[in-house]
């Protein structure tokens, strides 16, 4: 009977510390469970972390590439209306450059009297001492004025896209005569180059522009006779075709 006892002793001690180590296992699987329940937690909020950082990317890498591909397009855009614009810029200059040899040409005659053709600043002038067109003091066209007005139109009627501007000048010795000044002198003497190169020579009056500048665009010191004598002058400039040029840096 004691040995019985003995043995259910054992047996009972046995199933205590079996059970103890169980608990402790299950107690030990639930806290690695809640653990591994976190990190789950934890690596799911960094995936989705990590997948709205891959959105963003997407759309300003879309974003990039669609701005990219704008900038490109106006790029080439401009490229090709700079390419078009040096290319009228450079058949201009040709043209202008054929037309200040005809012009000196045309008026080769009348070198000796006080006409000088020139190149400047993309433009073509001609000027034309006071001598050849006017009397001291005087607005009316004198004959040889008008002989090499004559001239000068021919040449001119042979590019007709070319805008013609009449500048007068003068010394600046003060003028009063019959109301004028200096001026109005320089004033009046370009309006009758205009009035001849449209009413005897056929120059299309939409082209031509009269102005005065006076004694104040001076060319030489007025301190001697010889500057003075250069600042009484006509200039007429022949202005290349700006709106052919315009068209073509705006594309059309």
Same mark, same amino acid.
């Given at each position: 009977?004691?040995?019985?006892?003995?043995?259910?002793?054992?047996?009972?001690?046995?199933?205590?510390?079996?059970?103890?180590?169980?608990?402790?296992?299950?107690?030990?699987?639930?806290?690695?469970?809640?653990?591994?329940?976190?990190?789950?937690?934890?690596?799911?909020?960094?995936?989705?972390?990590?997948?709205?950082?891959?959105?963003?990317?997407?759309?300003? /890498?879309?974003?990039?590439?669609?701005?990219?591909?704008?900038?490109?397009?106006?790029?080439?855009?401009?490229?090709?209306?700079?390419?078009?614009?040096?290319?009228?810029?450079?058949?201009?200059?040709?043209?202008?450059?054929?037309?200040?040899?005809?012009?000196?040409?045309?008026?080769?005659?009348?070198?000796?009297? !006080?006409?000088?053709?020139?190149?400047?600043?993309?433009?073509?002038?001609?000027?034309?001492?006071?001598?050849?067109?006017?009397?001291?003091?005087?607005?009316?066209?004198?004959?040889?004025?008008?002989?090499?007005? !004559?001239?000068?139109?021919?040449?001119?009627?042979?590019?007709?896209?070319?805008?013609?501007?009449?500048?007068?000048?003068?010394?600046?010795?003060?003028?009063?005569?019959?109301?004028?000044?200096?001026?109005?002198?320089?004033?009046?003497?370009?309006?009758?180059?205009?009035?001849?190169?449209?009413?005897?020579?056929?120059?299309?009056?939409?082209?031509?522009?009269?102005? !005065?500048?006076?004694?104040?665009?001076?060319?030489?010191? /007025?301190?001697?006779?010889?500057?003075?004598?250069? /600042?009484?002058?006509?200039?007429?400039?022949?202005?290349?075709?700006?709106?052919?040029?315009?068209?073509?840096?705006?594309?059309?």
């Amino acid at each position: 009977m004691l040995q019985k006892l003995r043995i259910l002793g054992v047996l009972a001690c046995i199933v205590v510390i079996c059970s103890c180590g169980t608990k402790k296992k299950l107690q030990a699987a639930t806290a690695e469970i809640d653990q591994l329940k976190s990190q789950n937690a934890e690596l799911n909020n960094t995936i989705s972390s990590l997948q709205k950082q891959v959105s963003d990317l997407t759309n300003n /890498n879309k974003s990039i590439t669609d701005e990219y591909a704008s900038y490109k397009s106006n790029c080439e855009a401009a490229q090709k209306k700079l390419v078009a614009v040096q290319a009228v810029l450079t058949e201009e200059y040709n043209t202008m450059q054929k037309v200040q040899d005809r012009l000196a040409e045309a008026v080769a005659n009348f070198k000796d009297k !006080g006409v000088e053709v020139h190149y400047r600043d993309g433009l073509v002038y001609v000027t034309m001492e006071e001598g050849l067109l006017y009397k001291s003091g005087s607005a009316t066209l004198a004959e040889s004025g008008k002989s090499a007005l !004559g001239s000068l139109a021919a040449a001119i009627n042979e590019y007709p896209n070319l805008k013609v501007i009449v500048v007068g000048h003068t010394d600046d010795q003060k003028f009063t005569k019959k109301g004028m000044d200096n001026w109005s002198l320089s004033t009046e003497r370009a309006n009758g180059v205009v009035r001849i190169l449209r009413d005897s020579y056929n120059v299309d009056p939409a082209r031509l522009t009269a102005a !005065g500048k006076g004694k104040w665009d001076p060319v030489a010191e /007025n301190g001697t006779a010889e500057g003075r004598a250069q /600042n009484r002058r006509t200039d007429i400039i022949l202005n290349p075709d700006l709106h052919r040029i315009w068209e073509n840096a705006r594309g059309q």
